[in-house]
């Protein structure tokens, strides 16, 4: 049964970071890209970043290239999130994902509001 747990969200100042990491279990870790999504309030949900399984270049929306860095540990079985200089509008409900054997799975995500 594949499991994804999101942590590490929280309350930050505008120009703060954050570091969010996702847990995953159930399925051969290394063989799957996972990424980050995040979703406003009264938007639609968006692709913050992904990562291959193996090899292969990370992906990030342009909205935080430069601030925002997905990392992975097979070992651990874990997708990071590092999150500098953080702006109001990175407020929102990040999700961990995972598409494996034609299906969409979901993270409960965490929240993640910037403001002063």
């Known amino acids: 049964q594949v499991q994804l747990v999101e942590s590490g969200g929280g309350l930050v100042q505008p120009g703060g970071s954050l570091r969010l990491s996702c847990a995953a279990s159930g399925f051969t870790f290394s063989n799957y890209g996972m990424s980050w999504y995040r979703q406003a309030p009264g938007k639609k949900r968006e692709l913050v970043a992904r990562?291959?399984?193996?090899?292969?270049?990370?992906t990030y929306a342009d909205s935080v290239k430069g601030r925002f860095t997905i990392s992975r540990d097979n070992a651990k079985r874990t997708v990071g999130l590092q999150m500098n200089s953080l702006k109001p509008e990175d407020t929102g409900v990040y999700y961990c994902y995972l598409r494996w054997g034609y299906r969409d799975y979901w993270g409960q995500g965490t929240q993640v509001t910037v403001s002063s």
């Open positions: 990562i291959p399984g193996t090899g292969g270049a990370t």
